[in-house]
């Protein structure tokens, strides 16, 4: 059975706070994922890596940063919280040529910045 | 880039009726249409999938069809429960095959 992890359900942070969510999964995949979900705009993909080290942007990378350096663990990084990004975070991992293959979601981390 | 469009946002049927949520998606070169469901508090996970090389795929009261002339593929559930009350997402790959974009989403009531 596929695992993914996400460090925490709950988080709270300041405006202004660095914020580190960290993903780790269990199947030796190599493609992992950070998708934002709010209501109304589904499943949003902000960053997205394919290697150790290697990173793409998705559709909206702006405010974030990303970090592989182990190809289990993929971290999403918001350097300077601001309120527009409370929402669920939600980690996902799948074989090589993600597209075509099934992603395998965590439980998601649920980001409250005031 | 891809855009993936999902209508209804939000459907409502009555236990054994049947419920069809469609997608439409706008990248040619996309090859694989995987469709995911959400129930309340959990994860999304993958219920049924369906690459263009076939036409229509069928998994007890799931299916999926897909018009790839059209740019369009569906969700069929039949004989609904409410079990199936959850959020749906349906998702295209990107035509270079290393990701993929999802549609916003369909909340799906199933009524007993």
């Known amino acids: 059975d596929v695992k993914v992890t996400q460090s925490s359900r709950y988080l709270v942070k300041r405006t202004g706070e660095k914020v580190f969510l960290e993903c780790v999964q269990d199947?030796?995949?190599?493609?992992m994922f950070w998708y934002r979900q709010d209501p109304g705009l589904g499943l949003r993909l902000i960053y997205f890596?394919?290697?150790?080290?290697?990173?793409e942007k998705g559709d909206i990378p702006e405010g974030y940063s990303v970090s592989r350096e182990k190809k289990e663990r993929f971290s999403l990084i918001l350097e300077s919280a601001s309120t527009n990004q409370t929402s669920m975070y939600l980690c996902?991992?799948?074989?090589?040529?993600?597209?075509?293959?099934?992603?395998?979601f965590g439980p998601g981390t649920r980001l409250t910045v005031t | 880039g891809e855009n993936v469009e999902q209508h209804p946002s939000t459907l409502s049927v009555q236990e054994g009726d049947s419920a069809v949520i469609k997608c439409t998606y706008s990248d040619s070169a996309s090859n694989y249409f995987p469709w995911y469901k959400q129930e309340l508090g959990k994860r999304p996970q993958l219920i049924i999938d369906i690459r263009s090389n076939v036409g229509e795929k069928k998994d007890q009261r799931i299916a999926v069809t897909l018009n790839k002339t059209a740019k369009h593929f569906s969700l069929h559930i039949t004989e609904t429960q409410p079990e199936d009350s959850a959020v749906y997402f349906c998702a295209a790959s990107v035509g270079d095959n290393n990701d993929m974009r999802f549609g916003a989403g369909t909340r799906l009531t199933v009524k007993p």
């Open positions: 199947m030796d995949h190599e493609n």
């Open positions: 890596s394919y290697d150790v080290k290697m990173k």
């Open positions: 996902a991992s799948s074989l090589l040529d993600g597209g075509l293959y099934e992603q395998y």
